[in-house]
């Protein structure tokens, strides 16, 4: 299930926001973008390059499978950021490895402080 609305940076410039003024966190594959915003917004943008896949049906599958994990997981992150996941390199095919650097990512990013 994808991300609501209400959690979603929709507009190219809310994401260019987010990468000119973000702190990067990383975990072993991915890495996010954030930035601190009003305490009680919690919005995600996702990016998956074209360097690291070709084809848009790759990108769309794997960008899909980080919105869906972080939909799972939203209760567990703490809400008043702006956060772009992206991803270093390609991606390994076991989803289990991929769903847990993004909960690492989480971690990381709920001890963020300003």
């Known amino acids: 299930m994808a991300l609501p609305a209400k959690n979603r940076l929709k507009t190219k410039k809310e994401i ?3 990468f000119s003024r973000g702190k990067i966190v990383k975990g072993n594959f991915l ?9 009680n917004k919690l919005r995600f943008g996702f990016l ?4 690291v896949y070709k084809k848009a049906t790759k990108r769309n599958k794997i960008k899909r499978l980080l919105s869906e994990h972080t939909h799972a997981n939203l209760s567990h ?3 008043g950021f702006d956060i772009i996941i992206s991803m270093r390199e390609i991606l ?7 769903r847990q650097d993004l909960t ?3 971690k990381k990013i709920n001890a963020f402080k300003k």
């Open 31 to 39: 890495f996010a973008k954030i930035r601190q915003v009003e305490p």
């Open 104 to 106: 690492i990512l989480f």
């Open 77 to 79: 992150i703490t809400p």
């Open 92 to 98: 390994p095919r076991d989803t289990r490895i991929i």
């Open 16 to 18: 260019e926001h987010v």
């Open 48 to 51: 998956v390059p074209v360097k």
